[in-house]
């Protein structure tokens, strides 16, 4: 069987390579900035995905725990949505934004622990107080490109979207390379 890993890229890279066709043929301006957040946020998605899933195996073969099987559900669903949104915005943009914030509100409002894997499994529970940052951005989101949609100031808003999938993959790359580095240092 094809690992974790193999089998999110297979999901994801079709939805993802239809969305850099909109960045390279996109016929307008705000179009392609919006394609381009989306390829971004596309890819950090199926990152993630393929990080919680491994991580809810790990847990899993050590750990016996049901609140381990309703993420597990919670997951799965968040992925299945969010690829239905993928593969939405890979045809109408806007429609396919929405559905991946969605995806992100439903399992942040949801998921009820978080699974710690180093230097030992344990499981945390998560209250959806300490996520208020996130889903307000979400939030914020979804208005943002339902106000596009509508047409309504659509070129500062584009660039807000941008900024905003720029400024959350990039804080996504300091944290993964924050971690790369932390794990090699312990292991020397």
């Known amino acids: 069987m094809l690992p974790i890993p193999g089998v999110i890229f297979l999901l994801f890279f079709p939805a993802n390579l239809c969305i850099l066709r909109q960045v390279i043929w996109g016929q307008q301006l705000t179009h392609q900035l919006l394609a381009v957040g989306m390829f971004l946020f596309c890819i950090e998605q199926a990152r993630m995905a393929a990080?919680?899933?491994q991580q809810i195996a790990m847990a899993k073969e050590q750990v016996k725990d049901n609140r381990l099987d309703t993420f597990l559900?919670?997951?799965?669903?968040?992925?299945?949505?969010?690829?239905?949104g993928f593969y939405t915005?890979?045809?109408w943009l806007g429609w396919g934004s929405i559905l991946i914030l969605l995806s992100q509100v439903?399992?942040?409002?949801?998921?009820?622990?978080?699974?710690?894997?180093?230097p030992a499994i344990y499981?945390?529970?998560?209250?959806?107080?300490?996520?208020?940052?996130?889903?307000?951005?979400?939030?914020?989101g979804l208005v943002l490109v339902s106000l596009?949609?509508?047409?309504?100031?659509s070129i500062q808003i584009t660039w807000v979207l941008f900024g905003m999938a720029i400024a959350y993959c990039s804080i996504k790359l300091v944290l993964f390379l924050k971690y790369v580095f932390f794990a090699k240092r312990q292991t020397i």
């Open 51 to 53: 990080q919680d899933l």
């Open 73 to 84: 559900k919670i997951t799965t669903s968040t992925i299945f949505i969010e690829l239905l």
């Open 89 to 91: 915005a890979s045809i």
């Open 106 to 118: 439903w399992f942040n409002l949801v998921a009820g622990v978080k699974i710690y894997t180093s």
């Open 123 to 140: 499981i945390q529970p998560w209250k959806v107080s300490e996520r208020y940052n996130v889903l307000i951005a979400d939030v914020l």
């Open 148 to 153: 596009w949609m509508l047409q309504i100031a």
